[in-house]
């Protein structure tokens, strides 16, 4: 019983989130937003906002763009990307480079399985958000005034690490 009361909230969030992008590029993504990049870019949001600044835009290249990063973390965890070249080479290979003037990326590991069947996704969350936000050079990230655009991915239970990435562009 009990847990059947955390599914229904959990479902009329995700419907009440569906209808308010209904119609919107978020369904035209390749890789559209979870509920978990949802949440974590209204936490982002709250944050520039509270800090003078306007809110991001969920983005659907750079859900794209934060797919292949996410697939390459657990290959090799840092901007860098397997190959060798810098992550700034996935706007190039998608075909994104003349779209925006700049970018960037914060990324975040786990060392540890999160149980989504099992934990509340929202705790998964808050915790990496906490993680960047007191951190100095992700908290600058997130507050860079000049970012318009956000995308966002989370990879659990990846051989025993979770993973998430945030990509900023303007």
């Not at 059947?4 to 993504?29: C, D, H, N, V």
């Not at 190039?92 to 509340?120: C, H, M, V």
Request: include cysteine; aromatic fraction near 14%.
């Amino acid at each position: 019983m009990k847990k059947t009361l955390r599914i229904i909230p959990a479902l009329l969030i995700i419907t009440y989130l569906a209808s308010t992008f209904e119609g919107s590029a978020y369904a035209k993504s390749a890789n559209p937003p979870d509920i978990y990049d949802i949440i974590m870019l209204q936490k982002i949001n709250s944050f520039r906002e509270e800090n003078g600044l306007p809110a991001l835009e969920l983005n659907d290249d750079l859900l794209d763009v934060a797919d292949v990063r996410l697939n390459e973390l657990p290959v090799n965890f840092d901007h860098t990307r397997p190959n060798g070249e810098s992550y700034k080479t996935v706007y190039t290979e998608l075909g994104l480079t003349d779209k925006y003037e700049r970018g960037s990326e914060n990324i975040a590991k786990i060392l540890d399985d999160w149980d989504f069947e099992n934990e509340n996704g929202d705790e998964y969350v808050e915790y990496i958000f906490e993680a960047y936000v007191n951190s100095d050079s992700h908290r600058e990230n997130m507050l860079k005034p000049y970012w318009k655009y956000y995308g966002s991915g989370f990879l659990t239970n990846y051989n025993g690490n979770c993973y998430q990435i945030q990509v900023f562009a303007k």
